[in-house]
Every structure is written in C-alpha cells, then in structure tokens.
C-alpha cells in the first residue's frame, strides 16, 4: 500500500465532514439525515485511515482497532438511522433512533466512537508525532461534522410527520420493536456492535483487535451509565491532557 493512500483517507473523511457542516450552513432547509450519515460515513474514513497508517507501520493489531471502530460506528448508526426512518409521528421510537445514530451514550454508534477514540491515544503514543498530529486534526474535523449533525438533527423530532399508513404499515411496528429491542440490548451489551466489526477486521488485517481492556471497561458494570458515560467522560478528560502533553515533548525531543 502506498504511504499516500492513508492521507488521502483521512483527509476525505475530514474533507467529508468539513463539506457537510459548510452545506448545513448555507442550505437554507438542510437536510437533517444527509448531516447524520455524511458525518458517520466522515468518522468512518477517519477512522479507516488510521488503521491504515497502522498498518503500514507493521502494527496490525492496532490497525485492526481502528478498522472495528469504523465498523462497529457505521452498524450502530445505521440501526438508529434505520430506526429513525421508520418511526415517523412516533416521538418516542424517532427519540431513541436518533440517540442511537448519534451514539449517545451508551447506544448505537458509541461503542465505535469509543473505540475509535482508544485507537486515536494509541497513535498519539505509538506512531510518529506528525503522523498522529494529522490523525488527531482529521479526528477533530469529523468531531466537528458529528457536532454538526447533533444541531441539525433536532429538525426531524421537531418535524410534524405524521404516521405511515397502507399495507406496509402492519410491518412497522415489528421492524420497530426489533431494533427498539436490538438498541436496549447492546447498551447493556456493547459486544453485539463490536464483535462482528472485530470479525470483519481480523479477516482484514489477519490479527485480532485490541480490545480487552476497552471491552472490559464496558461490560464489567451491569448499569449501562456506569459502563459508558463516566469511563468515557473521565478517559475523554485524561486523554485529551495527556495526548497534548505527549505530543509537546514528542516534538520538542525532536528539536533537540
């Protein structure tokens, strides 16, 4: 694989989320759906150029990491984003889909955030200090894209649609309280997202994820709010301290 090929991901997903918070704001009436799957889809490729960069710097077991971040992110939005289409005039189905496809914590797309998050420190501790210096820029852009699509998606609950009606109608609420019960499940049990993401990635990279200790932070408590929101918010603090800390001495040890 060509060095360039990584970059050229990255800066797509960072272009790609960049691009959909510009559109947003120059839309007069943006599309609330396009923001979501746009800055998902950007988060992806982030996420898939850092594997690749991992990759390419003989860390496969990593690489893989962030290739099961990519995925896992993409299947819980798509269930929420899914759950979401099917619930018009239904405030509370559309509610939970919508936070499910946000990844609010500790639904749908979070676990890919999260993990996606752990590959983000990894590179930061592990590759070279300009290559995780652009990793860590591209993350921050399709932060900004996510954050985006958190403001716009509040039009779709606001919006007055009411309910589908004919045959296909009577399918409807099966379908909904399939993914209803997939969403509350994998809150409890975030692996149901993440282990056939790490199946796909293993048959990628020809190692398995790492991801013992992330794992095990989230299933050890029973309660999903202990599972996800406290390490997450307190790791989120730690790293981000941390990650310009490692990066200043990274740098100046060069300079020297």
């Known amino acids: 694989m060509p060095a360039v090929v990584p970059t050229l991901v990255l800066a797509a997903g960072a272009g ?16 609330g759906l396009s923001a979501l799957w746009t800055s998902a889809l950007a988060f992806a490729l982030v996420f898939a150029g850092l594997g690749m960069d991992f990759r390419l710097h003989g860390m496969s077991d990593h690489a ?93 609950l606001e919006a007055d649609s009411p309910p589908r009606t004919g045959a296909g109608a009577r399918s409807l609420p099966i379908a909904r309280g399939m993914l209803i019960a997939l969403g509350v499940l994998a809150a409890f049990l975030p692996w149901i997202w993440v282990l056939p993401a790490q199946v796909l990635a293993a048959s990628l990279t020809g190692e398995l994820p790492v991801l013992l200790v992330a794992l095990g932070m989230m299933l050890t408590p029973l309660i999903p709010g202990q599972a996800s929101v406290i390490p997450f918010g307190i790791l989120a603090i730690a790293m981000a301290v941390t990650s310009v800390l490692l990066l200043v001495l990274r740098l100046t040890r060069r300079q020297r």
């Open 64 to 156: 893989a990491t962030a290739f099961a971040a990519a995925l896992s992110l993409l299947a819980g939005h798509a269930a929420g984003l899914l759950l979401l289409r099917l619930s018009p005039g239904r405030p509370a189905a559309s509610s939970f889909g919508l936070a499910m496809t946000l990844g609010l914590p500790p639904l749908g797309a979070f676990p890919g955030l999260w993990l996606g998050l752990q590959a983000t420190q990894s590179s930061l501790l592990l590759l070279p200090a300009w290559t995780s210096l652009l990793h860590v820029a591209a993350a921050l852009a399709a932060l900004a894209g996510w954050v985006r699509a958190w403001q716009e998606s509040g039009s779709l």
């Open 16 to 31: 790609l989320a960049l691009w959909s918070g510009w559109r947003s704001r120059k839309t007069p009436l943006p599309s």
